[in-house]
């Protein structure tokens, strides 16, 4: 059995605390591993390792930073197979998807070895007579991240590539759910040769959580999870005087209008909301045809290709989409569905019963489709997390943009049309982070942000891009003045020009 270990100041360690939990294989229902939940004394000298680090690599000139990250990114494409790998074996989602994760994870790497240019300051000659300002940014020290499940190695590369970039030096907790991903990567992290506790990884639960945000050293915190844990975060580590960014949960809607090509809506349909088998937080859940004759076609045109869907074990090169992630969560989201039929929802595809011969042991849910859907029903007010889609039919367009509106979440959202007018009011009054046109999951790329609005995120910045240089840097401004331009004698005024 593997047993997985923190990786404390460039040192693999072995946790002496005495709580651990079992890894599972979601496709086979059996245990590939056990992770240890690290008590408060192996996180603070987590954090004691990469505050030893920070000073030395805080100072290092930014293009020498950027050459490990370029090397980093070597690796990590070399090894991408194995990444991905080693994310569908403890995930359930499939070599495919997988990659795409790793490859998104790249990009944000790639973003990073830009750290040189991106790090430059602004500067202002003659502010005054011969004085001079300029301003830069700064890093903060030690900052830490806490991610999910979902992309285990792709969300900590949404935060650790470019914090490091930056010159602080990092305290990751990964998922306990599926966390060889991120020791792969770690390892591949320590073969580019970066200094000894630079990147620290420390495994656990609430304890390890509550250490981070309240200790004094750690300087900003990164979160990815759901809502209420977001929450939590955000007021914890605000109260302790720390920066946090916590991004949370979603409920994504997609307008189909009565002009929108239906073949092309569905499949994008098909693709976001049961690909990774829903646990995507840019997933699609909720449907929106406007009209009931948009409706009528598009749940016509979806049923069959629900019922078709290619279900099995990340090992199958056919399958579309794989298990959930443990048995915990299977329950939760077959407890979904049984709660959409008591509420009234009208169930088109029940994924309930599906089995996988060879699989019986397996977190498998078969894709679900509902229909005729209402804002008051559970499984529209809450984030399923799985391979359900909801479709709520509205009588109009303006019907649909209040319904998203007044939604909590607002993390992504979508609307698929052939009218540029339409496309351009939904950009324009949406209360939505993220928006696609014709593009179902618009996840940024790198080299802008990502965030969602509403209690999709806690704080004042989105996560990686521009805003995560923001984030993980402070801005200094210097006003200088040689002594020939100094002239003699005291001056108590506020300084003006
Ligand atoms: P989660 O909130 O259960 O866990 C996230 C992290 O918080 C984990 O590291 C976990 O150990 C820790 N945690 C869990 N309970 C805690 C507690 N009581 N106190 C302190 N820490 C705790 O989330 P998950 O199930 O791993 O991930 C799925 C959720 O993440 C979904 O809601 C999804 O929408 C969201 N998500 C959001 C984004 C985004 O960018 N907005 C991206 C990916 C996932």
Redesign the pocket.
């Known amino acids: 059995m593997r047993e997985i270990k923190n990786a404390i100041g460039g040192q693999l360690v072995g946790s002496a605390s005495g709580r651990s939990q079992p890894v599972f294989n979601p496709a086979t229902g059996e245990q590939v591993a056990t992770v240890p939940l690290s008590s408060a004394e192996e996180v603070s000298s987590a954090i004691a390792a990469a505050k030893a680090a920070s000073e030395s690599w805080g100072r290092m000139p930014p293009l020498k930073r950027a050459r490990y990250m370029f090397k980093f990114k070597e690796i990590c494409e070399a090894r991408a197979d194995d990444i991905a790998r080693a994310i569908s074996a403890e995930h359930g989602k499939t070599h495919a998807d997988a990659l795409g994760e790793v490859q998104r994870g790249l990009e944000v790497i790639e973003f990073a070895c830009g750290i040189p240019h991106l790090l430059k300051g602004e500067f202002s000659r003659n502010v005054g007579p011969e004085i001079d300002s300029y301003s830069d940014r700064q890093p903060l020290g030690v900052v830490a991240g ?6 285990p190695a792709m ?1 900590p590369m949404w935060m650790y590539p470019v914090a490091i970039a930056c010159g602080n030096t990092f305290v990751l ?5 599926d966390p060889g991903a991120v020791m792969l990567a770690y390892e591949l992290f320590e073969e580019a040769g970066f200094p000894k506790g630079v990147l620290n990884v420390v495994h656990g ?2 304890v390890a ?2 250490t981070i945000l309240k200790h004094p050293d750690v300087k900003a915190i990164s979160f ?4 209420p ?1 977001a929450e ?2 955000y007021a914890t580590g605000t109260a302790h005087g720390k920066r946090v960014q916590a ?4 409920k994504n809607h997609m307008i189909i209008m009565p002009d929108a090509d239906i073949d092309k809506a569905v499949d994008a349909l098909m693709g976001a909301g049961y690909g990774s088998a829903g646990e995507r ?1 840019m997933a699609v859940s909720v449907a929106v045809p406007i009209g009931e004759a948009t409706a009528n076609k598009l749940v016509e045109a979806l049923r069959p290709k629900v019922e078709a869907l290619k279900i099995g074990p990340a090992t199958d090169s056919q399958a579309e989409m794989g298990p959930l992630v443990t048995r915990q969560h299977q329950q939760k989201v077959l407890g979904y569905i049984d709660q959409g039929v008591k509420e009234g929802a009208e169930l088109v595809v029940d994924g309930r019963g599906f089995k996988l011969q060879g699989y019986e042991n397996g977190y498998f849910v078969g894709g679900t489709l509902f229909d005729r859907v209402t804002p008051e029903m559970t499984i529209y007010k809450e ?1 399923i ?1 799985g391979p359900v889609l909801s479709v709520l039919r509205s009588p109009n367009y303006d019907h649909a943009v209040d319904l998203i509106n007044r939604h909590e979440y607002g ?1 992504g959202t979508a609307i698929f049309t052939r009218d540029g007018d339409a496309a351009r009011n939904f950009a324009d009054r949406i209360e939505v982070g993220m928006v696609g046109i014709n593009v179902p999951i618009p996840v940024p790329v790198a080299y802008h942000s ?1 965030g ?1 609005w509403k209690r ?2 806690f704080g004042d910045h989105s996560i990686y891009g521009p805003e995560g240089i923001r984030f993980y840097t402070r801005l200094k401004t210097v006003t200088q003045r040689w002594p020939e331009g100094i002239k003699s004698g005291a001056v108590f005024t506020f300084p003006t020009m």
Request: charged residues 20%.
């Open positions: 806490i991610t999910p499940f979902n992309f969300v907790k990964p998922s306990e759910r639960d609430k959580v509550d990815v999870g759901s809502t844990i939590y975060v991004l949370g949960g979603a937080c984030e997390f993390n990502f969602g999709s995120l």
